[in-house]
């Protein structure tokens, strides 16, 4: 089992930015892929966006293209998430998760950490 710690949340306004990362320790070998999901108030959870160790990225939220961007140092088992511009509405719980599979649904993901808030005002 993998064990996803994520960090770096917080409050800002509009407009800033915020840098999110996930520290993965244990099986850290079963991991081929992992990236973030977010819960707003009120919704479900949603992925944004997941990275491939070979660095293949894909983004599933589309809203957060050219914005957000993902990136990992595999040597250090630690995922990030630069976010830049942010908006009212990426105000949410962000989630670490990996697994083998990935992809658009939460299924394709074995691990997850607590979450971390992020809370952007206007």
């Known amino acids: 089992q993998v064990q996803l710690v994520e960090s770096g949340g917080g409050s800002v306004q509009a407009g800033g930015s915020l840098r999110l990362s996930c520290a993965a320790s244990?099986?850290?070998?079963?991991?081929?892929?992992w990236g973030w999901f977010r819960q707003a108030p009120g919704k479900e959870r949603e992925g944004v966006v997941y990275i491939y160790r070979n660095g293949d990225t894909t983004y599933i939220d589309n809203s957060v293209k050219g914005r957000f961007t993902i990136s990992q140092d595999n040597a250090k088992n630690t995922l990030y998430l630069q976010m830049n511009s942010l908006k009212p509405e990426d105000t949410a719980m962000y989630y670490c998760?990996?697994?083998?599979?990935?992809?658009?649904?939460?299924?394709?993901?074995?691990?997850w950490g607590q979450g971390t808030q992020v809370t952007v005002s206007s």
């Open positions: 244990g099986a850290t070998y079963r991991r081929n892929c």
């Open positions: 998760a990996a697994g083998v599979l990935c992809g658009l649904r939460q299924t394709g993901y074995n691990s």
